[in-house]
């Protein structure tokens, strides 16, 4: 009986525990099993009970499987959920498990960043070996009008946003890595170009300001994200109504070396998922369509092969008289 089944899935602590984990972030097995402090034979066993009882979902990305809380579950297990969720930091490890959370989602963030920060001196040669200039041709394509204040999210070291600067009014370049920005703009004083304003900044959190550009780009950029939805988010808010948010990356793919070599963590992203998350984003009419340019080319070898890339645009319906504006997505 589901109810049973439900309620026994709830009977452990160390359960509990890792229920609150995943509920609060997609994390790996190894993820969980830090943040709960116990072994793996454990934590997989009481993620495949969750999952079975309808609390937890599981993804899986190349060699990597994700859980997260499911957000579609079965009437019983959501209200079995929704009537803990304000007791699980009640648990005796709860602090604990909390602290453990933070500093691996802090060590998280810190691969990615120093990946950059160490390639940052050598990322034009590699960028160029994996995507060629096409890209950011395709990204300018979507560009309506001139004169417009842009945004360069992701944007490394400059390539895109340099191209930008040469049709917009003003453009904001913004990076995780330092390095990144250090070296985008040492080219753009090497070019004379005084229209671009760097930034150091979060893509899950940019330092811009609600709905201040009028045109969003981020161009192969998600795959890198832990939350790629959430970025979109945010693109969509800094973004003014009638704008455009304009998105370039990969399409679903089987590519591992990907990840193990570029730091990817995510293996493309399907047609769907995109248009959901514009959307939700408060996108009023979204494009998404094959570029018939691929990423990899200058790689393929060894079982390498290339992937396409898709580009998407959002564009944001216009601000009605007396409207309320649109809420912004944290």
Known sequence: M????????LADPLRLRVLAAVSEEELTVGEVQEVVHSVQSSVSRNLAILREAGFVRDRKEGTNVYF????????????LFQSLTRRLSELPEAKEDQVRLRECLRRRVARSRNYFEAIAGDWERIRKSYFDDRVSSLAIEKLLPSNLVLADIGCGTGALTLELARVAKH???????????????????????????????????????????DASFCVMVLHFLDDPER???ELCRITRPSGSVILVDLVPHDQEWMQT????????FDQNSIVKWLRAG???HVEYELSGSYAGEK????????????????????????????????
Do not use: Y
């Open 2 to 9: 589901e109810l049973i089944r439900t309620l026994k899935a």
């Open 68 to 79: 997260s809380l499911r957000r579609d579950m079965p009437a019983s297990a959501r209200e």
């Open 171 to 213: 453009v904001m370049g913004v990076d995780l890595s330092s390095g990144m920005i250090r070296n985008a703009k040492q080219l753009a004083r090497e070019r004379g170009i005084q229209n671009i304003d760097f930034r150091l900044g979060d893509i899950e959190k940019l330092p811009l300001a609600h709905e201040s550009v």
């Open 231 to 233: 970025a979109v988010a």
């Open 261 to 268: 070599e570029m730091a990817h963590r995510w293996l493309g």
């Open 282 to 284: 408060g996108a009023e």
């Open 299 to 330: 790689t393929e070898k060894n079982g390498k092969q290339r992937v396409e890339l898709f580009v998407a645009c959002g564009r944001l319906p216009e601000k009605k008289q007396n409207s309320q504006p649109r809420k912004k997505h944290r």
